[in-house]
């Protein structure tokens, strides 16, 4: 009952301002008018705000003084209250459309994500997109949830599970990479112990170049010419 009796309300309804110089004995709003007089407040001036022929909203003033609003305080108003108006206006298709961007963003996120869920059912079960959508329904239903929600969660587990896959080969070559570098010192090693090993003695190896080499016929004929005694 308070909600409708207030000089914003009938100034809306009636499209045109509205003024009281008495709030606690107008019959207009006894509820309002007398709980306000009660707080010290009398007089109120409500003007409509008006775009085209929709009355979006209206301008309340009060004053604790009675009688405080007259002619030359309505037509101030009524001229603060034109520019005014198309602010509001403006403001409300500012946020309208800022709104139904939301709805349309939420909207293309939702739908990716359950594309998304849908191709990784789909990889999983090799069936349709009918089937995997049929799939990701069932999920939704048999625990409550929304679809989108079962998708995200979907998807999530998904990523996780790459994630510990992509970390698992990533380990694995290094591990593969280390066992390489180590059996390539190793044979480094090898060879440079067995390398001194072939010419240990090098002296030995320097008088055999320098020995001179006889002839198997020169060798014959001298052991020919020796005779016992």
């Known amino acids: 009952v308070e909600l409708i009796e207030r000089p914003c309300i009938s100034c809306i309804e009636a499209r045109r301002h509205i ?3 008495s709030l606690g004995s107008d019959d207009r709003w006894p509820h ?3 709980r306000v007089a009660r707080l010290g407040v009398h007089s109120a001036l409500a003007l409509p705000l008006i775009v085209g022929d929709e009355v979006i909203g209206s301008i309340n003033a ?3 003084r009675r009688d405080a609003f007259g002619e030359h305080a309505v037509q101030m108003g009524a001229q603060f209250a034109v520019p005014a108006a198309v602010a509001v206006y403006n403001a409300q298709l500012l946020t309208a459309a800022h709104e139904r961007t939301m709805r349309l963003q939420r909207a293309l996120d939702t739908r990716s994500v359950i594309d998304q869920a849908i191709g990784i059912i789909r990889s999983r079960s090799g069936g349709s997109m009918e089937e995997a959508f049929d799939r990701l329904t069932q999920l939704s239903q048999s625990q409550n949830v929304k679809l989108h929600t079962v998708a995200e969660r979907l998807v999530e587990e998904a990523a996780r599970r790459a994630r510990a896959a992509w970390r698992a080969r990533s380990a694995q070559a ?3 990479a280390a066992n390489v570098r180590h059996s390539r010192g190793r044979r480094a090693v090898t060879t440079a112990t067995d390398a001194p090993a072939r010419s ?3 002296a030995s ?9 006889v002839p198997p016929s020169e060798t014959s004929r001298t052991t020919a010419g020796i005779r016992p005694g």
Do not use: E, L, W
């Open 200 to 202: 240990s003695d090098p």
């Open 32 to 34: 309002f008018g007398g």
């Open 205 to 213: 190896s320097a008088a055999a170049s320098r020995s001179p080499t």
């Open 19 to 21: 003024v009281s110089g």
């Open 62 to 64: 009060y004053a604790k």
């Open 174 to 176: 290094s591990s593969i």
